[in-house]
């Protein structure tokens, strides 16, 4: 019997910190993760028939830019739900199952660009911008008055 959780609402849940790192890290693909929804089941502990919930987490994986997924998504779901049992190992009752995958367009001008573009540290290559355009801004003030 599956539930929603009426107690919380999903957008206020949270991959724990720690965790999401433990995701990055073994997983390196994938740039971050998101709760969709939260899924509750009523299972009966096969011991000794005490009524156990169980929660089945439905995430989405967003992936870094020119990456792409290596596995298929049940694969993902299987490998994150172990990682969540080795990081929280009093925690068996929780499972993850990834809805979907976000991956983002990386298109040949991006490709070109990172390969041509000469690299400067975002700072350097801000000044550098606005150097540019303080130019061509004074350049058209004075050609105001050459006129």
Same mark, same amino acid.
Request: no cysteine.
């Given at each position: 019997m599956k539930k929603q959780l009426p107690i919380y609402e999903v957008s206020d849940l949270r991959i724990p910190k720690e965790f999401e790192v433990v995701i990055l890290k073994m997983i390196p693909e994938i740039e971050s993760v998101e709760i969709q929804d =939260? *899924?509750?089941t009523m299972m009966y502990n096969t011991r000794n028939f005490e009524? =156990?919930?169980h929660f +089945? =987490? *439905?995430i989405v994986l967003h992936f870094k830019k020119g990456e792409e997924p290596k596995k298929l998504r049940e694969e993902y779901s299987i490998e994150i739900s172990n990682l969540f049992i080795y990081t929280f190992s009093e925690y068996g009752f929780v499972s993850f199952h990834v809805v979907f995958f976000n991956i983002p367009e990386y298109t040949n001008q991006d490709k070109f660009f990172e390969l041509f573009l000469e690299k400067r540290p975002p700072i350097l290559k801000y000044t550098y911008i606005l +150097?540019? +355009?303080?130019w061509k801004i004074w350049v058209k003030f004075l050609s105001l008055f050459n006129k």
């Open positions: =939260v *899924q509750s009524p =156990v919930e +089945k =987490v *439905q +150097k540019k +355009k303080f």
